[in-house]
């Protein structure tokens, strides 16, 4: 059986856990800027069909896949993870660039704007249900 949290263990954790929810709450801000972001380097990996484009947008998904998991988002990161995981398997596989695969990340980017948006009104939710 675990020992009782002294007063200062549990005053400890309780500003871990505030400094962890601050930190959640400046990412769910930030999110809508980086599905932006995201969305933009998708229309120019589309436009453009190179590999720069692309790899600046595999990027993108793999800092979001990262970083939504880590602040709590897991259906973002998991989005993300497969918009990431496309963009590699047509680079690995080395496929031309067409108009079958600008169409599939256009259907990635979708899925992680509907999940972003989805994630950030539960998380908006559970944030007004916690504060009556």
């Known amino acids: 059986m675990a020992e009782p949290m ?13 400094a962890l929810a601050e930190l959640q709450a400046e990412y769910a801000e930030s999110l809508p800027n980086l599905v ?38 897991r259906g973002v990161s998991l989005a993300a993870a497969e918009l990431e995981v496309l963009l590699a398997n047509q680079e690995q596989a080395k496929r031309p660039f067409d108009a079958v695969f600008a169409a599939k990340i256009r259907a990635a980017l979708e899925e992680v704007e509907a999940v972003t948006s989805h994630e950030l009104a539960g998380f908006a939710a559970a944030r007004a249900g916690s504060a009556i």
């Open 6 to 18: 002294t007063p200062q263990e549990r005053a400890r954790q309780a500003a871990i856990t505030a």
């Open 36 to 73: 932006s972001d995201l969305n933009a380097a998708g229309a120019a990996a589309c436009a453009a069909g190179d590999s720069t484009a692309l790899r600046h947008l595999q990027t993108l998904a793999h800092r979001m896949h990262g970083a939504g998991g880590s602040y709590g988002f």
